[in-house]
């Protein structure tokens, strides 16, 4: 939803502000470039402008927006004063895209070399984002540079043009891009990356479907022209169905799986007969009665837990049978996640004396991860 909302604020922006986008593109330059390197220094910011803003640009979601209105300004149907006012947009759209983009692939470049510094590595996935990013970088280089006006109007119009087609290359790894991303975050049971990649899918495939039907039909085969639009929608909408059930998919073969070793482990398991024990009225007590029960000895105590990209470890102190402090003490999960996680989810346990809490939207794996580290303290403390 997040690239839909970005979308649909581009072209606000673009309808609202062209005339003067146009007439005063550098002030656009810079207003973009202060917003994405302020994005970046905003640590003690509300948790939920930090979530916003890290949707939306820091993650570069509004960049690809961006991208994305220059790509389809191309095969709209012309002669509407809204395409017309992105054609004349492109220019100033992809440049003010590229400041987003770069300020984008530095902050995370920079949290993966802090990981691998600190002894803890990256996946695969991140490894081919991260070897995406780089040939994306260089790929907008010239494209950005020969975006300017003042450039373009020295350069054979030819050569130019030979050199935007480089572009094709750069939509395309903008997609593989997210879809290594995404997909990992789909094989963890995250649903509603289903959804954000099925709406990158649908965008993407309907611009390829697109630009590939309008060579055709410029060159004289409109007929194959309009074969490859029914077929490639049909598949389109196909692969936009698959992708979007498949973290639910995942997640269903997950606890089908679950309940069949539960179940093979109660056949194996010998039912215990308490012969001549009568059975005493009330005696019988619930789970939750018998967490009630439990004691905690005063003390400070350690525990970890699993997080995204390695252990969280935190402190639990506890004073009178309550948990008085929660600490994290080390860990090297994703920021800005891990941080949200931090600010929010310790202080929670604290007040409701309690692990079942809920976690922070947005830093799921970190706030488990932490709830999961106080847990195994606590289990240090009982008596």
Not at 333 to 347: L, S
């Amino acid at each position: 939803m997040k690239l839909l909302i970005s979308l649909v604020l581009v072209f606000v922006i673009c309808q609202a502000f062209g005339k003067s986008i146009k007439k005063h593109a550098p002030i656009w330059y810079i207003s973009l470039f202060a917003i994405a390197l302020l994005s970046m220094f905003i640590p003690a910011a509300p948790i939920w402008l930090q979530q916003v803003v890290t949707g939306f640009i820091t993650r570069g979601t509004l960049a690809t927006a961006m991208f994305i209105w220059v790509m389809y300004a191309r095969i709209l149907p012309k002669g509407r004063k809204t395409m017309a006012n992105f054609m004349s947009l492109r220019a100033p759209l992809a440049i003010g895209a590229t400041f987003l983009i770069l300020l984008h692939s530095t902050f995370y470049l920079t949290q993966y070399i802090g990981r691998i510094m600190n002894g803890y590595g990256i996946t695969s996935y991140e490894i081919f984002a991260g070897i995406f990013s780089l040939v994306m970088v260089f790929l907008l280089a010239p494209l950005t540079i020969t975006s300017f006006m003042a450039i373009r109007k020295k350069m054979n119009p030819v050569t130019w043009k030979k050199l935007q087609r480089f572009s094709y290359l750069f939509y395309g790894m903008i997609y593989l891009h997210v879809f290594l991303l995404f997909s990992r975050q789909i094989t963890k049971g995250h649903t509603s990356y289903g959804r954000e990649l099925a709406i990158y899918t649908a965008v993407f495939g309907l611009y390829l479907v697109r630009r590939v039907a309008l060579y055709l039909e410029m060159s004289n085969k409109k007929a194959i022209g309009v074969a490859v639009t029914r077929v490639g929608n049909s598949l389109l909408v196909t692969m936009c169905v698959c992708i979007f059930f498949w973290p639910y998919a995942l997640n269903y073969s997950n606890e089908t799986e679950a309940m069949i070793s539960r179940a093979v482990v109660s056949e194996k398991s010998i039912p215990i007969k308490n012969e001549g024990v009568p059975e005493v009225m009330g005696a019988s007590r619930s789970d939750s009665e018998e967490e009630d029960d439990i004691e905690y000895a005063d003390g400070e105590y350690t525990g970890s837990g699993m997080g995204y990209n390695g252990p969280i470890t935190v402190t639990v102190t506890i004073s009178n049978r309550r948990i008085e402090k929660v600490k994290v003490i080390s860990g090297e999960d994703d920021d800005p996640y891990y941080t949200w996680a931090i600010k929010e989810i310790p202080g929670a346990i604290e007040k409701s004396n309690t692990t079942e809490v809920d976690t922070v939207s947005g830093a799921t794996t970190s706030s488990k991860a932490i709830i999961a580290a106080v847990n195994d303290a606590l289990q240090k403390a009982e008596k």
